[in-house]
């Protein structure tokens, strides 16, 4: 029997992270921060593919634990409830996403406040429904600092799925015609995640590939470094801007 919480003895250990964390997708971002700022590394999360170091970083004299979350919403959902064990309370994840729709240039920064569910994870954690929302507050705080910064953002619903070669022409129009803006594979579990355990979360992305056209592009969405870099920026800010709210709530 599996107990609602999972620490795996560290919490025994003294191992706590900051309130606020940022899940960041972006491994060479991840890499550049422990050149930069000087990152300690505060545990790590564990699976059978590796280990993924959390470390904290020290931004304007915030601390904030950072860590990549893997990919899925299997895994990501997993070390998400690991890092709520461990202390963290407000989270931010932020990603690429592919575009269902013409009007996204590579770059286009998208707030998602819905996601379709065609995962499994998400249903360990809310009854079955079409789809989920992300936390309210999560949505206001992202907002507030993109628009704080002049960056152009649209909001809108996600579709999140585990088979990423079942993104089929007609699935994809399927999703579209429902008010998809993106697919991606996790925040659903994420919103659900959330929800279930009571803490606050938001999700930055990213349009990266595009499958608005007939034909998949890739737009070499991976080497769009300095959105990327910027996209964590953004995710670090919002955690804090959360926290915040959430600290005077």
Known sequence: MVRPFAGRGREKAGVRLPQ?????????VVDALVETH???VLTELVGEHGRHPV?????????????QPGIGAPLCAGFMEEAIVLGARTLVACGGAGSLVDSHVLGQVIVPDRAVRDEGTSFHYQPPSREVSADPAGVAAAEAVLTRHGVP????????????YRETPAKVEARRAEGCLTVEMEAAAFFAVARFRGVRFAQLLYAGDSLAGPVWASRDWQQALSTRARLFR?????CVELGRAEAVS
Request: with cysteine; aromatic share 14%.
């Open 153 to 164: 953002f649209v909001r809108g619903k996600t579709w999140t799925t585990d088979a990423i």
């Open 20 to 28: 606020l964390a940022v899940l960041c997708f972006f491994g060479e």
């Open 38 to 40: 000087q990152a300690r």
């Open 55 to 67: 470390y904290e970083v020290i931004l304007e004299g915030t601390p904030i634990a950072v860590f």
């Open 234 to 238: 953004l995710a670090a800010e919002t």
